[in-house]
């Protein structure tokens, strides 16, 4: 697929989600087998990894406009490298993994 393209066609998959800049998820440490019920039971969103326990927390990116990212030029690096597809707790939810699909029907 032509990178450009490809660019392109995320750019829009981006701006029909944009979940990524509506979430933080938080590593928490030290956590007995208490914490994930106690967060669960007040709502809160967890996901445990290799890496140990994850709260996902609601942030909406002060950035963040029904238009998509106000900087997108020039935001932060991490942004530029994000991968949602990669991160356990948002493959599901990213929607570049339409694109993954594409690639392997054709």
């Keep these: ?8 066609q995320k750019q829009k998959l981006c701006l029909e989600c944009m979940e990524c800049c509506k979430t933080v998820a938080l590593p ?4 007995d087998s208490h914490t994930n019920e106690f967060l669960m039971v007040r709502g809160c969103e967890t996901y445990t990894t290799n890496f140990g326990l994850f709260v996902l927390v609601p942030s909406i990116c002060p950035y963040l406009t029904e ?3 106000s900087i997108y030029e020039l935001r932060p690096h991490v942004c530029q490298i994000y991968d949602g597809t990669q991160i356990p707790f948002m493959k599901d939810k990213c929607k570049w993994k339409e694109l993954e699909l594409d690639v392997q029907e054709t």
Excluded: R, V
Aim: with cysteine; aromatic share 6%; charged share 20%.
């Design 1 to 8: 697929m032509n990178q450009k393209l490809e660019k392109q």
């Design 28 to 31: 928490l440490m030290g956590f």
């Design 67 to 69: 238009n998509g990212c």
